[in-house]
């Protein structure tokens, strides 16, 4: 039998206005993605969807909505039961029509699997968990739901979120699952603690994007972002972009479990230690590639409060530091280059059998041949259907003249959120071909919503992250 599988992942759907990273109109391209799918289906082939985890984002939601703005706080993970069913209510309810596309396409026989991230752990609470697949597959269906870190395995194919990898986001099942136990039995949760990523995001990042929205949104983040918010908002830089910049470099430092995932007990030891960090001295590492940036977000800060934000250090500063990280921030949208904290554990899994691994997690599409596997084996990563940003190419390119003209623009922009000619969803997928286990053809493709899907680029990329010039 022929089956065609199709893989998503990192929707994040849902937050209040100004916190969605997949927007009305994102929801509305994913709805007609889904409506697309259920047209492949044939007598002589089934179709497949796997939603690969992130599929809606807690993180994005506030604890209680119905407080003015500036008392919202967020839950790194919330496991009071009606609370994290009151915020998937409030998700399925913004985000509507892609429900609808979905009920729809599984009543149409085609079978989806869902695998846990790590911005959505509420979904396998018990209660939240029913919740979902009634909101899906009211009259039944070939639905099913995957987690305690289970990936997808459907012949020569293998397909897991990605997070499990680096330490900082990688989700303690088994203290999960104790958390899950106690409530089906109606006892309190008790005590779990969630991935460092996940605390960094609801206490610091949610704070900082209240203010500036582009702050999650920007690629590459730290290269960009931060120094971006030392020249905006000096005092925030000192007060929450430092959090940020040493949360990113513990993890590129210490988060590193290697390929094969985490150990038992693994997760819970960094979570027992001092800041969340294993005990001990920290392994050898790499320097952190991003020093440089978070060391001009100082200079940035330190001149900005020294010289009021003197148009000079606004515009010549920072446009020569980007102009000098033009080839390091250009390479994070190659698509046939990936970080080796994936690439390792892609190539572990190739030399399982799996002639096609597919991840999703760090938002970036990428195709890889993997070299080292034992016969062919490809890479995918399936990128993410929430906005992206990314620098636009006019501040990199051009005279001195131009280039600060450009980024004052942009710095504009970002400053008073009118990024909405900045801000693009760049909405991809995988599809991998079998005829019973053998993958017969697999590649990761553009959604555009209209015409034939066409293979991803590099190229591609780029030139559908160009802000809007109407």
């Known amino acids: 039998m022929k089956t065609t599988v199709l893989v998503i992942s990192d929707l994040h759907l849902g937050g209040p206005e100004g916190f969605q990273m997949c927007t009305p109109p994102g929801v509305d391209r994913l709805a007609a993605f889904l409506r697309w799918a259920g047209t492949l289906r044939r007598a002589s082939r089934q179709v497949h969807l796997v939603l690969a985890g992130d599929v809606v984002d807690f993180l994005a939601e506030p604890d209680d ?86 990936a997808f395995a459907l012949g020569e194919l293998l397909v897991e979120h990605g997070n499990r990898y680096e330490g900082w986001n990688a989700v303690s099942h088994d203290g999960l699952r104790r958390v899950r136990s106690r409530l089906s039995r109606g006892q309190p949760a008790g005590p779990f603690a969630p991935q460092p990523g996940s605390e960094l995001v609801a206490q610091v990042m949610n704070r900082i994007k209240a203010k500036y929205a582009f702050v999650d949104l920007l690629k590459p983040e730290t290269g960009g972002a931060l120094p971006i918010l030392a020249v905006l908002d000096p005092g925030l830089w000192t007060r929450a972009g430092r959090a940020i910049a040493e949360g990113t470099r513990a993890a590129w430092r210490q988060a590193r479990i290697g390929p094969r995932g985490p150990r038992a007990g693994d997760l819970e030891a960094v979570a027992a230690a001092p800041g969340g960090r294993p005990r001990g001295p920290p392994p050898p590492a790499p320097p952190y590639p991003d020093d440089d940036a978070i060391a001009l977000a100082d200079e940035l800060a330190a001149g900005a409060v020294a010289e009021g934000l003197v148009e000079d250090l606004e515009s010549a500063l920072l446009l020569r530091a980007f102009r000098k990280r033009q080839e390091k921030d250009q390479a994070t ?52 259907w929430a906005d992206l940003m990314r620098i636009p190419t006019s501040i990199y390119q051009g005279s001195e003249k131009e280039g600060r003209a450009a980024l004052r623009a942009f710095l504009a922009a970002v400053r008073t959120n009118d990024i909405a000619r900045y801000r693009r969803q760049v909405a991809t997928f995988a599809r991998v071909d079998l005829e019973g286990d053998r993958a017969t053809s697999s590649d990761l493709l553009f959604f555009d919503g209209e015409g034939e899907p066409e293979p991803i680029s590099t190229e591609g990329v780029l030139r559908r992250l160009e802000p809007d010039t109407a």
């Open 333 to 384: 949208f190659d698509v046939g280059s990936e970080a080796s904290l994936y690439l390792e554990p892609a190539r572990a899994l190739a030399a399982s059998g799996h002639r096609v691994v597919v991840f999703g997690h760090t938002h970036q599409a990428k195709r890889v041949r993997l070299e080292a596997a034992p016969g062919e084996a490809t890479y995918l990563n399936t990128g993410t």
């Open 65 to 150: 909505e119905a407080r003015p703005r500036a008392e919202w706080t967020w839950s790194a993970f919330a496991a009071d039961e009606a609370l994290a069913l009151d915020k998937l209510e409030r998700i399925l309810e913004r985000t509507r029509a892609a429900w609808d596309a979905l009920s729809d396409l599984v009543a149409g026989s085609v079978a989806l699997t869902l695998l846990l991230g790590n911005h959505d752990v509420e979904l396998s609470l018990p209660r939240v968990r029913r919740r979902l697949l009634d909101r899906i597959a009211p009259s039944g269906g070939r639905v099913a739901f995957l987690y305690d870190g289970e």
